[in-house]
């Protein structure tokens, strides 16, 4: 078949089927399901849920922490062991949640197939279960059906269709029979319906053309399973720091076993002290740590109206180098508003957004008097009365019910005091021509004041071809060709700003008369005004896209909304850039797309799988990606990027079950304050990451010393195993919960090569260990010479303690001083630390803990000399900040050197 269906007339269509009017027979209909399949959409193999659960284990990082849990169990510390593998078993239950959510959207989508349909056949109508229809089938929809498949129009009555759900436009489509020539998208395919959209009006007959995974919504099914779920920053950067820890391991071992054999160590202790250097190299806290600061960070983005539902996507929208948003509800507010009015040959500005009944009408800036203004009354009378939606508001949130641009209208009658409700009951319906796409205009008849009257409204080409009269000063005057080129050169001025123009007129009626037909009022009508609507940018949105400039993050606006509009949102909101529709994207090949990409932020009247395409794009050029959407035509590219967000309000359960994060609000803020909440979240983790290593490569370093030169250990594996779970998590939980610096937005997007590790933090972290490390070993072959071995291994227990509530202040920034972060402004770093100081008190004087730990009571000097070593490494990393801040960020941010990240230095 040459072209697509809605390509073919109804002949050529019914004879491609081998169908006609009257239906399949039965027996035909029971062939075609054997030959295509159950209408329905399928969803791929499901992997056995304990096969996901063991999943959770195969990541470097958990092998190293099996093998502390292994060292434990060989020294007979089950308690420790066992601590270890209920972090290991939490993080694989977490693992598991996340990764059999993916599996929903399938089904979500499954769930979106109409269960019954209404079909003819042998020229009988009957009802049948909607996986039973085949191509050939006649299905006969009403107001409220669900489209069971994708079919061709073939007879229809006012027939609107809400195609939000591929479109991503909530506006419902008017429906025609008419052939449409040329390469089409979705949006403009007019005498189609699509399986899984709603009849919002009127009835229809069609042909049904594809069934199941052929559908458009079951190609985007066929997407979304094929798309390969890769890792975020967080995961690869986790994944390269286990290797690191795996490799730095084999390494240090090494030296102690060869340390261990120089010295001339029994093969016993030698073993002992290997399970000492094991338990230092592994940081046993760390999966802890990194699910409860991701957690916390989960939590402050829900107060910021940003719900997330993957753990590990947290911190990657902060990484965001580009948010391709959807236009509509996100960047705009989904509530169609008038904004402009033209009567009397005066343009009017109406204020106001949305659907709160609040605003004024002005005139050069000034308000109006609207008993002075009789045309405009006029004009909002018959814009209330003819009209079939209503306006209600219940605890200062209004709502409308019925078609949005029609509740622009009566939101308008009403900030002019017209109450909807009173001029219905005052002027009651007595008859009316409803709205048709072929008549362009919908009339009601009304008894007013003691006449009767027809008012109209429609477009304004239709209407100026049916008057005879132009209300001017308030009188019915003729109407002259300069009147006509006056209002027609408005409704171009409107158009051109993307305004939606709906015209108003009116007719007197005979008394005598309740029936209304169009000759009635065909050449008769008074011309009244035009207005001009549109769906406004929210009032936040310019204030977020200049943030996103502000923090080098490109915003793409895509949407399925026509290119002029579009472009009109984008040049209110700051969003500068080329245009590229999609029919021009389906010409541009990948490589040409490649080329372009950088320099497009509109991508207008864009079909379901170029979303994707988009995406794909994107990321080739090693963007990190965030992709907004709520409909089903967004789930394939929700679920491509690096992080999809779907809308709260609007969005269907695929979108919500295909993305990372949802929006409660649905505001395009939102995403950006998510933004901000993520490049604060990564910010701790860098700072968690930094304490653990710098105190665990301490320890490893006063190891390997003590062993090289003393011959001994200068701490237990079971006290090494107490300072990596109990003091590491007291202070590195607290480090998580860090405030925020408030200069996140001020910073360039993190490359996505650059990790939790980067070079300078390499440096800071071999340095302060390197301080650490020898403070430890001072210390501890001080105490050897002058005491007992267990009393001189408290002291450098003890000290190497004091070291790490020191190193988790230093830890707070890499460049800002504690002083000038505030010293008490983190206050659980102060009650964690407070409770590791009684943790180590209760260690060394509780006779329980004495016993298990092998520690001995000390004195006031012993304390003092733990507590001054480890003030005097704080002090140096404090006055490094001051002379020195940045010298240790070599290669923190290498950032993309995009052509917009470039311009907004420029």
Not at 311 to 329: F, M, P
Not at 663 to 679: I, K, Q
């Amino acid at each position: 078949m040459q072209g697509g269906w809605h390509n073919l007339n109804l002949e050529e269509a019914f004879q491609t089927l081998d169908s006609r009017r009257a239906g399949l027979a039965e027996d035909v209909a029971r062939e075609r399901l054997a030959q295509h399949g159950p209408n329905e959409l399928r969803g791929r193999k499901k992997t056995p849920p304990l096969v996901v659960f063991f999943r959770q284990f195969l990541s470097p990082l958990i092998y190293v922490l099996f093998a502390a849990v292994a060292i434990s169990v060989a020294v007979e510390h089950y308690l420790d062991a066992g601590v270890i593998a209920t972090v290991l078993l939490f993080n694989a239950v977490i693992g598991y949640i996340q990764e059999t959510r993916a599996e929903k959207a399938m089904e979500a989508l499954i769930q979106m197939a109409a269960p019954k349909a209404s079909v003819r056949r042998d020229g009988k109508v009957r009802e049948v279960p909607a996986r039973e229809i085949v191509p050939g089938d006649i299905v006969l929809l009403e107001t409220g059906d669900k489209v069971p498949a994708d079919a061709r129009l073939i007879d229809l009555s006012n027939l609107k269709v809400n195609e939000a759900i591929l479109t991503g436009e909530s506006m419902p489509v008017d429906k025609v029979t008419e052939v449409i020539h040329g390469e089409s998208p979705v949006a403009d395919r007019k005498n189609m319906v699509f399986m899984g959209t709603i009849v919002t009006y009127g009835r229809a007959t069609a042909l049904v053309v594809q069934t199941g995974m052929k559908t458009e919504i079951g190609e985007i099914a066929s997407a979304i399973q094929e798309i390969k779920q890769e890792k975020t920053p967080l995961q690869k950067s986790i994944g390269k720091l286990s290797q690191i820890i795996i490799i730095f391991f084999m390494g240090i071992a090494s030296l102690i076993l060869i340390g261990g054999v120089v010295k001339q160590l029994e093969w016993l202790e030698l073993f002992l002290l290997a399970v000492a250097a094991g338990v230092s190299a592994i940081p046993e806290g760390l999966p802890a740590v990194v699910t409860v600061v991701l957690a916390v960070g989960m939590r402050r983005m829900a107060q910021r109206n940003a719900i997330i539902r993957k753990l590990v996507a947290v911190e990657t929208l902060g990484s965001a180098t580009v948010i391709c948003s959807d236009k509509t509800g996100t960047l705009t507010l989904n509530q169609m508003t008038v904004r402009r009015m033209y009567v009397d040959g005066r343009w009017i500005e109406v204020t106001g957004e949305g659907y709160m009944p609040q605003g004024e009408f002005r005139r050069d800036g000034q308000p109006l008097k609207l008993d002075d203004n009789p045309a405009l009354l006029t004009a909002l009378r018959i814009g209330a009365l003819c009209n079939d939606s209503l306006l209600s508001c219940e605890d200062a949130f209004c709502s409308i019910f019925g078609d949005p641009t029609e509740g622009a209208l009566v939101v308008a009658a009403a900030k002019a005091g017209m109450n909807k409700e009173k001029l219905e009951k005052a002027c009651p319906r007595f008859d009316e021509i409803p709205f048709q796409s072929e008549k362009l205009y919908m009339a009601t008849l009304h008894p007013c004041d003691g006449d009767r009257r027809v008012y109209v409204k429609g477009a304004a080409e239709r209407l100026l071809s049916m008057s005879r009269y132009v209300l001017r000063n308030g009188e019915a005057a003729p109407l002259g060709e300069a009147d006509v080129l006056d209002f027609m050169q408005a409704n171009e001025t409107m158009a051109r700003q993307a305004m939606r123009v709906i015209a108003t007129a009116y007719a007197d009626f005979p008394y005598d008369r309740e029936e209304l037909v169009e000759d009635d009022i065909k050449g008769k009508l008074v011309f009244v005004g035009m207005a001009g609507m549109a769906d406004p940018p929210r009032e936040e949105a310019r204030e977020s896209v200049r943030l996103c400039k502000q923090a080098g993050i490109k915003v793409i606006m895509i949407t399925g909304d026509h290119k002029v509009t579009a472009e009109s949102i984008a040049g209110q909101i700051g969003l500068t850039g080329k245009a590229i529709s999609g029919g021009e994207l389906k010409e541009i090949s990948d490589d040409e797309l490649l080329r372009q990409i950088e320099d497009v932020s509109v991508f207008a009247r864009i079909e379901p799988l170029q979303k994707l395409r988009i995406v794909n794009a994107l990321k080739s050029h090693g963007h990190v990606v965030a992709m907004t959407g709520d409909g089903v035509n967004d789930a394939p590219a929700l679920k491509s990027a690096d992080i999809g967000v779907a809308m709260g309000i609007t969005g269907t359960d695929v979108a919500k079950e295909a993305s990372d994060m949802t929006l409660a609000d649905d505001n395009f803020a939102s995403v950006v304050a998510a933004v901000d909440e993520g490049r604060a979240i990564f910010n701790r983790l860098r700072n968690v990451i930094f304490f653990l290593l710098s105190t665990n490569l301490g320890e490893l370093l006063a190891l390997v010393l003590a062993i090289w030169f003393v011959g001994q250990a200068p701490l237990r594996a079971v006290q090494i195993i107490w300072v990596n779970l109990v003091t590491d998590t007291s202070s590195g939980i607290p480090l998580g919960l860090e405030p925020k610096s408030g200069d996140e937005l001020l910073q360039p997007p993190r490359h996505p090569k650059v990790g939790l590790i980067y070079p300078g933090l390499l440096i800071r972290i071999g340095f302060l260990a390197t301080l650490m490390g020898v403070g430890v070993f001072t210390v501890f072959t001080w105490a050897q010479s002058r005491m007992g071995l267990d009393e001189a291994r408290t002291v450098a227990f003890t000290t190497m303690v004091a070291f790490e509530w020191f190193r988790a202040f230093n830890a707070r920034s890499d460049t800002k001083t504690v002083f000038r972060l505030g010293l008490l402004r983190n206050r659980w770093l102060l009650v964690g630390i407070g409770a590791g100081i009684l943790l180590q008190i209760a260690a060394i004087y509780a006779p329980p803990l004495q016993a298990a730990f092998r520690t001995v009571p000390l004195g006031i000097s012993q304390w003092g000399i733990a507590l001054l070593a480890g003030g005097l490494l704080f002090s140096i990393e404090e006055l490094r900040k001051f002379l020195f801040p940045n010298l240790f960020t070599l290669g923190k941010w290498q950032p993309h050197r995009s052509n917009w990240q470039a311009s907004r230095h420029a």
